[in-house]
């Protein structure tokens, strides 16, 4: 009977470690197109596969300003957003790590014993005497034998799931260093349009002066005194209104990195600002498969295709050992074995009921496995727009630069000229008003598209995995 017990404990564990009944994953086809988008806007791709991929440029090895870089260190450390998304992979993995165990036997195990003293008037032997016995009870309880495989898919459910908030966990560092780079920049723009407004406003209220003395000599009319006015009035609005932008652009930079961020590592100006790292990208959008959320949309997917097979098990009986005991016991009488050794195995099988609501709950998980798997198709098609729209802007941003220069040149000269021209006399001073105003304009433009392009080079390197693959 032993022999028999054990026999049949080792077939039944041999045969549940078989295959489960989840469908073979297969990767869906990308619902996208292969090669990025081409035409004016676009910049020509590089045709050899010989480039260096933004998913192995490191945050330190993209962002080359020493300053902004240390910044990035303090948000990574201190920022409570990724700070909550690697405690939901360390849950996951304490998840997953609870489903494994699941796929094992539960042993206990408890001892006992006892001494009995009997007397020499009731003992058969007219001479006192002590007996002991001690025992050890080995068991294993409700361990169920995963004959169809549905513990082992709720096993690669459950690391599936992991994976998927690591890849999560990778994504939101990605955003979070994107994020950071983009809000450094952000003040940098602010601080260097507080900079224009202070120098604008500072030559206004000279040439007001000028303005001022004129008319009181009665060389100027009062118009032009007063048309003087609103550009120095206009000054000091901007000037308010940049150190409010500055204040708030630290406030959200602050918030990003999870802590106030020294003064001395706040950027002084754009124009002072290090330019990240170029790279260049191959002409396939495959490289998306790699980006973190990518991955973990697909770990989603792979983790309702491994539930099917938990539900396929419901159809078939649960089979678990509610009770398998092993006891060993000795008996001692007074200074001679009385006892011997025994082992008794009693195996208990339970097989419960068929359960009817399996048929919806298979139902429930295809349908599951419906919305994974849009949701990934989704994720990639969001991924190559983003990227695509980061090409368009990176395949004309230049051009823009280069024609916004031209315009605060040619607009210099103008306000130059006309201004001269009125002091001779020669021009109204609405003139020059007008040339003031497209001065000023032109040169706010310039800081705007100078932060869009490097805004742009920071969201590239993020929406193709910037960092994924370097410094983990």
């Known amino acids: 009977m032993k022999r028999l017990s054990q026999a049949l404990l080792l077939a039944l564990i041999i045969f549940s470690g078989g295959c489960t009944m989840a469908p073979k994953y297969t990767r869906p086809a990308a619902t996208v197109p292969v090669d990025w988008p081409e035409g004016p806007a676009y910049a020509e791709r590089p045709a050899s596969s010989a480039f260096l991929s933004a998913a192995d440029l490191s945050p330190q090895e993209f962002f080359l300003d020493p300053r902004l870089q240390q910044v990035i260190n303090l948000a990574l450390e201190n920022n409570l957003d990724l700070r909550l998304a690697v405690l939901n992979v360390e849950k996951a993995r304490a998840f997953y790590k609870i489903q494994q165990a699941d796929l094992y036997p539960a042993i206990s195990a408890s001892a006992h014993g006892y001494k009995h003293r009997t007397s020499a008037d009731l003992s058969s032997s007219d001479a006192p005497s002590t007996s002991e016995e001690y025992g050890i009870d080995v068991g294993i309880t409700a361990w169920e034998i995963d004959l169809f495989g549905r513990v082992r898919s709720e096993k690669n459910q459950a690391i599936e799931k992991y994976l998927a908030s690591d890849a999560g966990r990778r994504a939101a560092q990605i955003s979070l260093v994107s994020a950071v780079g983009s809000a450094y920049l952000a003040l940098a723009a602010a601080r260097e349009q507080l900079l224009l407004a202070q120098s604008t406003l500072e030559s206004q209220e000279e040439f007001y002066g000028i303005i001022e003395k004129q008319y009181q000599n009665g060389l100027a009319t009062k118009l032009d005194l007063r048309r003087a006015q609103t550009t120095v009035n206009l000054a000091q609005r901007d000037v308010a209104q940049?150190?409010?932008?500055?204040?708030?652009?630290?406030?959200?930079?602050?918030?990003?990195?999870?802590?106030?961020?020294?003064?001395?590592?706040?950027?002084?100006?754009?124009?002072?600002?290090?330019?990240?790292?170029?790279?260049?990208?191959?002409?396939?959008?495959?490289?998306?498969?790699?980006?973190?959320?990518?991955?973990?949309?697909?770990?989603?997917?792979?983790?309702?295709?491994?539930?099917?097979?938990?539900?396929?098990?419901?159809?078939?009986?649960?089979?678990s050992l509610t009770s398998l005991i092993g006891t060993a016991s000795k008996g001692i009488s007074g200074l001679f074995d009385s006892g011997s050794e025994t082992w008794t195995l009693n195996p208990m099988i339970g097989i419960p009921l068929f359960d009817a609501r399996a048929f919806l709950a298979l139902q429930f998980t295809h349908t599951d496995q419906e919305i994974a798997l849009t949701q990934y198709q989704k994720a990639i098609q969001t991924a190559f727009k983003e990227v695509a729209d980061a090409f368009a802007v990176e395949g004309t941003i230049d051009q823009q630069v280069a024609a916004q220069e031209s315009l605060v040149e040619a607009t210099e000269e103008i306000y130059r000229l006309a201004q001269k021209r009125y002091t001779g006399g020669i021009e109204s001073y609405l003139s020059v008003l007008d040339a003031q105003r497209s001065l000023y304009g032109s040169q706010q433009g310039l800081v705007g598209l100078r932060l869009a392009k490097l805004t742009n080079q920071v969201q590239l390197y993020a929406v193709l995995g910037g960092g994924n693959g370097a410094g983990r």
């Open 242 to 319: 940049y150190q409010q932008w500055g204040a708030q652009g630290e406030n959200a930079l602050n918030l990003l990195v999870g802590s106030p961020v020294p003064a001395e590592l706040l950027p002084e100006r754009l124009s002072k600002v290090s330019l990240p790292r170029d790279f260049q990208m191959g002409l396939s959008s495959s490289v998306l498969l790699s980006r973190p959320d990518i991955m973990a949309a697909e770990h989603q997917l792979k983790a309702a295709n491994a539930y099917i097979g938990v539900a396929r098990a419901a159809f078939f009986p649960r089979i």
